[in-house]
Nanobody
Framework: QVQLVESGGALVQAGDSLRLSCVAS????????IGWFRQAPGKERNFVAA????????NYEDSVKERFAISRDNAKNTVYLQMNNLKPEDTAVYYC????????????????WGQGTQVTVSP
């Protein structure tokens, strides 16, 4: 059964940090590129970050590039999103997604998604 489960979302204040986790049941986890997307109320789901199968390649949306860091532990079937210096505009539901190509993951074309975790940043 293919499954992604996110956790770690919370209500925090501006300037705080959070670490999101995405635990995967995907068969061979290291075959997959993993990405994070977010969706704010009334807005589209947008790309945040992605990481290659071996963790060497990463990609970020410009507004989070200096504040967020994506990493993975293939032994634990887990991808992390470390979020520092959070801002109110980071408030959203955060989703992880998995795919076999960077293109499919980066463009949100994969069919494998988690249920999301809520991050709320107060001013």
């Amino acid at each position: 059964q293919v499954q992604l489960v996110e956790s770690g979302g919370a209500l925090v204040q501006a300037g705080d940090s959070l670490r999101l986790s995405c635990v995967a049941s995907l068969g061979t986890f290291s075959d997959y590129v993993i990405g994070w997307f977010r969706q704010a109320p009334g807005k589209e789901r947008n790309f945040v970050a992605a990481i290659s199968w071996n963790g060497i390649g990463t990609n970020y949306e410009d507004s989070v590039k200096e504040r967020f860091a994506i990493s993975r532990d293939n032994a634990k079937n887990t991808v992390y999103l470390q979020m520092n210096n959070l801002k109110p505009e980071d408030t959203a539901v955060y989703y992880c997604t998995a795919g076999t190509t960077s293109y499919s993951v980066g463009n949100g074309l994969s069919e494998i998604w988690g249920q999301g975790t809520q991050v709320t940043v107060s001013p």
